[in-house]
C-alpha cells in the first residue's frame, strides 16, 4: 500500500488542522494505521492509531481531548483531525499501515508501510 499526507501548514496556537492520507494499492480495510509524529532534534513519536475497522483508537497522553482519528475505508483515507494545537505539536507528520492488528500501535517498528510526511507548525 501507498500512503501520500497532505493538511499540514503553518497555524498559531490553538488553531486547528486536519491531516489526511490517501492510500493507494490494497485493500484499504485490511489495514491498521497510526499517526506518527518527528520534531527537530527528536525521535518519532506515536501519536495515534486506528485499527482497521475503525473501532478501536489509541491516543498519546498529550494529545487525548485535543486530537481526534478517523478513517474512512470507502474513501480509502485516514484523517487527524487536530485541536487546540500548540508549539509542542510542531513536527512532521507521518501517517503509517500495517496488516497486524495485534502488536502496540506506539511501537513504530511494527508499521510496514509509511508515507512521506506533512510539516504542522504551530507559533506562539
Known amino acids: 500500500v501507498q500512503l501520500q499526507a497532505s493538511g499540514g501548514g503553518l497555524v498559531q496556537a490553538g488553531d486547528s488542522l486536519r491531516l489526511s492520507c490517501a492510500a493507494s494499492?490494497?485493500?484499504?480495510?485490511?489495514?491498521?494505521l497510526g499517526w506518527f509524529r518527528q520534531a527537530p532534534g527528536k525521535e518519532r513519536e506515536f501519536v495515534v492509531g486506528?485499527?482497521?475497522?475503525?473501532?478501536?483508537?489509541y491516543y498519546r497522553d498529550s494529545v487525548k481531548g485535543r486530537f481526534t482519528i478517523s478513517r474512512d475505508n470507502a474513501k480509502n483515507t485516514v484523517f487527524l483531525q487536530m485541536n487546540s494545537l500548540k508549539p509542542e505539536d510542531t513536527a512532521i507528520y507521518y501517517c503509517?499501515?500495517?496488516?497486524?492488528?495485534?502488536?502496540?500501535?506506539?511501537?513504530?517498528?511494527?508499521?510496514?508501510?509509511w508515507g512521506q510526511g506533512t510539516l504542522v507548525t504551530v507559533s506562539s
Open positions: 486506528i485499527s482497521r475497522s475503525g473501532g478501536r483508537t
Open positions: 503509517a499501515a500495517r496488516q497486524s492488528d495485534i502488536y502496540s500501535y506506539s511501537s513504530a517498528v511494527t508499521f510496514d508501510y
Open positions: 494499492g490494497r485493500t484499504f480495510s485490511a489495514y491498521a
